[in-house]
């Protein structure tokens, strides 16, 4: 079965480093979304990224964030100078009216 | 108000017992989706709905397009069966997944 593939499964950073974490979504899928779980809350939309620009973004994806597909497979999320506040689960998801997710990545900013 | 609600919010099941989870929502949708979060973090799809109703095995997920609402049922729940169960819309147009905030289901042996 297909599926959608996240690294790093679990990052560790100084605050005010900058972080990409990577997504190979499903190669025929044409919908690509990141979304982000800060530790006992609920799931929360980032952005999503459709014929390779943004769709649509949540408030939270604000000028910190930006997303990319740089070679046709990889879709990343870049976050530039991490807060704590940005420690959470960041999942990647690729379909449209079926979503496959990834494991995630955890970040952790200290 | 949050466009999905979810109810309960926690839940706690003898094993064996008929389990429902409801959803609700107020935006308009091309689909909705039920996912299971286990406490690893990961996240599976159950079933994605437009319309009418799906089985799986054990689980049921049935959605009423005018009333704006989806239940997600478990019979003969089980220890395996505790996660985080979550609702989540997708608008209409494929742009933006809104989530609800999670059930908590605890099946007890």
């Known amino acids: 079965e297909p599926e959608v593939t996240q690294t790093p499964s679990h990052q560790v950073t100084q605050m005010g480093q900058e972080v990409i974490l990577r997504c190979v979504p499903i190669?025929?899928?044409?919908?690509f979304y990141w979304y982000r779980q800060i530790l006992g809350q609920k799931v929360e939309f980032l952005v999503s990224?459709?014929?390779?620009?943004?769709?649509?973004k949540s408030e939270i994806f604000d000028d910190q964030f930006s997303v990319e597909r740089p070679d046709g497979s990889n879709f990343t999320l870049k976050i530039r100078s991490t807060k704590l506040e940005d420690s959470a689960m960041y999942f990647c998801?690729?379909?449209?009216?079926?979503?496959?997710f990834g494991e995630g990545s955890r970040l952790t900013v200290l | 108000k949050n466009e999905v609600e979810q109810s309960p919010q926690n839940l706690t099941a003898q094993e064996g017992e008929f389990i429902t989870i409801n959803c609700s929502y107020s935006?308009?949708?091309?689909?909705l989706h039920w996912l299971q979060q286990h406490p690893g973090g990961g996240i599976v799809s159950l079933f994605m709905?437009?319309?009418g109703k799906k089985k799986h095995g054990r689980l049921i997920a049935t959605i009423n397009i005018q009333e704006k609402h989806s239940s997600l049922h478990i019979t003969a729940s089980h220890p395996r069966d505790s996660a985080v169960y979550i609702c989540a819309v997708m608008k209409t147009s494929y742009d933006k997944v809104i989530f609800g905030p999670g059930t908590s289901l605890s099946v007890i042996p």
């Open positions: 709905l437009s319309s």
């Open positions: 998801a690729s379909g449209g009216a079926q979503l496959f």
């Open positions: 935006v308009g949708i091309s689909a």
């Open positions: 990224f459709y014929n390779n620009e943004i769709s649509e």
């Open positions: 190669s025929n899928h044409l919908y």
